[in-house]
């Protein structure tokens, strides 16, 4: 049987990272979280992960240019994109691009959690 994998976060806003953490540990999930596209490609390459939550708006790569990295190093991951209400032109962009879905900030929690179930069933099946 396959090992649970985690869920990888990926924020340039510290503050955001820190009340996903408090929700998912809330939560028993089991994640890890980057604040750059770069960390997150580091952190890919040396752990398993089945979702990842992908801000767009990110200095460097930004989420979208950062999933599609992802998506050669793993094209089997699903990726949820992040996008601000006035944005969310960006979140369809990205499931045009292979995301499984997106949410608008500010993230409605228990939204996240059910895109992030319905993602790791659609590995499943």
Do not use: Q, W
């Not at 924020?11 to 770069?38: L, N, P, T, Y």
Request: charged share 30%; proline share 3%.
């Amino acid at each position: 049987m396959k090992k649970n994998k985690k869920i990888l976060l990926v924020d340039d806003e510290a503050d955001f990272r820190d009340i996903m953490a408090k929700f998912f540990a809330r939560r028993k999930v089991d994640f890890a979280a980057a604040g750059s596209c770069f960390e997150a490609l580091d952190l890919l390459e040396h752990d398993e992960f089945d979702v990842v939550i992908m801000d767009v708006t990110m200095p460097g790569l930004d989420g979208l240019k950062c999933m599609a990295e992802m998506k050669k190093i793993r094209p089997e991951l699903e990726v949820i994109i992040l996008t601000g209400h006035a944005s969310p032109n960006a979140g369809i962009a990205g499931m045009k691009l292979g995301a499984f879905d997106y949410c608008l900030k500010p993230i409605d929690f228990e939204e996240l959690l059910e895109k992030i179930m319905l993602a790791r069933k659609s590995l499943s099946t």
